[in-house]
């Protein structure tokens, strides 16, 4: 989950509030943590399910209670998002290797919901950071120290060592936790007398998730916009892989369409907690409700969403739209149990 680098008193009020309600329930072992999850996921998250289900054929007994850091049914709330995007980074790498055991670390395999996933061939890739050490410092949104470029160490990350392959395990991971998150609404509804206070962790969880799409469309298009000019060898071989530009085109589709249906989502909820009276304010930072407040970070998604209109994103994004129009008229997506 993501939080400010600085703090106001109401949400210290909101975390005490949630701090204090979580140490009021009932502690679980990690069998129990992982249960608990299983089960919200199959109602409100299939595609989540899916994922935790596959990796644990793959690999017997997966720790993912671990991403959950406490020990309560709150704590697996919270980080059901969590658990969702790092298992699907096992997914990616797992299914892989059952679908081409002799050559796994060659391949990916990105999963697109339901059954549908695509394997994709790695093609010869440039450190992720070249790339980013000429974005402005202006545009060094939230997770780009984290991903692409931090002056004061080397990433480790596959989402430098892969370069677009592994920013776009990345951008997956961030769909299918995002997801998690929006579809929890429905849980919200379901279990709690639907407060203020109640709502507070459900916006706190997706918000600091949803800026990700942006972040890494950003990423995405920027490292081909470098290749491009840069290295032409392997911008056309990764071009021409019509599984990364199917992935690219349809988790851009997807992510963009949960977003949409989010907003509609939380227009709702705001609706339901005016008629209870609750003051509700929204600006780029944060919401407010009464004295709740869960950070938003509009203005980064705005910052980007601004970037992105400027004709080198678009050309790019028109280059990749045409590729997978040819794509699919000869590769159609991948599916698989």
């Known amino acids: 989950m993501r939080y400010p680098i600085y703090c106001k008193w109401l949400i210290i009020t ?32 299939p595609a989540g399910w899916h994922i935790l289900r596959q990796v644990d ?8 209670d671990q991403y959950a850091e406490g020990n309560t049914e709150y704590d697996v709330r919270n980080a059901l998002g969590t658990i969702v995007h790092e298992m699907n980074h096992g997914y990616s790498a797992l299914l892989a290797w059952k679908l081409r055991p002799k050559d796994s670390k060659n391949h990916i395999c990105y999963y697109l919901g339901g059954e549908e996933y695509q394997l994709v061939k790695y093609t010869p890739v440039f450190p992720t950071d070249k790339m980013g050490r000429n974005i402005p410092k202006n545009l060094r949104t939230f997770r780009f120290d984290t991903y692409i470029f931090n002056p004061k160490e080397k990433i480790t990350l596959a989402s430098n060592e892969l370069g677009i392959y592994g920013l776009m395990d990345e951008w997956v991971a961030y769909y299918h936790g995002t997801l998690t998150d929006v579809n929890m609404h429905c849980w919200y509804r379901e279990n709690t007398p639907g407060n203020a206070e109640d709502w507070y962790d459900y916006f706190q969880n997706v918000c600091s998730a949803i800026n990700a799409h942006q972040e890494f469309k950003f990423f995405c298009l920027s490292y081909l916009i470098y290749a491009q000019k840069n290295h032409p060898a392997e911008y056309r071989a990764m071009m021409q892989n019509h599984g990364l ?16 249906n989010y907003e509609i989502i939380k227009e709702q909820v705001f609706a339901e907690l ?11 930072e944060w919401i407010y409700l009464n004295r709740f407040g869960a950070g938003n970070y509009l203005s980064e998604y705005k910052l980007l969403a601004k970037e992105l209109q400027k004709p080198a994103y678009q050309q790019m994004l028109q280059s990749l739209k045409t590729a997978n129009k040819l794509a699919l008229a000869e590769t159609p997506v991948s599916g698989g149990k």
Not at 15 to 40: D, G, H, M, T
Not at 57 to 64: G, K, L
Not at 274 to 284: L, M, N, Q
């Open 245 to 260: 530009v199917q992935t690219f085109v349809q988790i851009n589709e997807m992510f963009g369409q949960l977003l949409g």
């Open 14 to 45: 909101a975390v005490v509030f949630s701090f204090v309600s979580a140490s009021a329930q009932q502690q679980l072992n990690p069998k129990e943590k992982r249960a608990y999850a299983v089960r919200l996921l199959q109602k409100y998250n």
């Open 274 to 284: 005016r008629a209870k009276g609750v003051k509700i304010k929204e600006d780029d």
């Open 57 to 64: 054929s793959m690999a017997y007994r997966h720790p993912y």
